[in-house]
């Protein structure tokens, strides 16, 4: 296990592939995938080598998506991270939950400690976010880590909001 960073309920680590009964699981939720754009994985085995693809993240950049696990019990609830997106140089943060973890504050406290990950160890200057014009629950996320409505815009062909945090304007809290 390769830890990224702890808060005071969780921890986020990479993401391995054990945890490909987690993405299939959460990926078959219509709820939790509402506003992404996925589709289901069509089995645990498609999500094994999505995840086995995806390790070229943490060795390329640094960075990626997180196991987000309760301190408690070791269970993953969800996941949270940094994406790079490398045309156009930019790094986005991102967050999945299992429904029965959502309204209990984790997207929240996992985003802020991805954030400063992102700022204090990997040295980015700005981190971005795009969430679902109806995604208010993520929207809410986002603005409580500390982002900032900047605009209204198409991504990957659907009506969203960017919201950026920058270092200057970051403030651990």
């Not at 086995?52 to 950049?61: E, L, P």
């Not at 990957?156 to 304007?169: G, L």
């Amino acid at each position: 296990m390769i830890l990224i960073t702890k808060t005071n309920r969780l921890y986020l680590r990479e993401l391995t592939l054990e945890d490909a009964l987690h993405f299939f699981e959460m990926n078959t939720d219509n709820a939790v995938i509402k506003y992404t754009g996925d589709v289901p994985f069509a089995s645990i085995a498609a999500a094994k080598e999505f995840l086995k693809a995806y390790q070229c993240n943490y060795v390329n950049y640094k960075m990626g998506r997180w196991a987000v696990c309760l301190k408690t019990t070791n269970a993953m609830i969800g996941w949270c991270g940094l994406k790079y997106h490398p045309k156009e140089n930019f790094a986005d943060i991102g967050y999945r939950f299992y429904k029965k973890h959502w309204n209990k504050g984790y997207a929240t406290e996992a985003t802020k400690a991805a954030l400063a990950y992102g700022f204090s160890v990997l040295k980015l200057d700005c981190i971005v976010a795009h969430v679902h014009k109806d995604n208010i629950g993520s929207q809410k996320v986002a603005l409580k880590s500390g982002l900032h409505f900047v605009k209204d815009f198409i991504h990957e062909d659907e009506p969203a909001k960017c919201y950026v945090i920058t270092k200057r304007n970051y403030n651990v809290t």
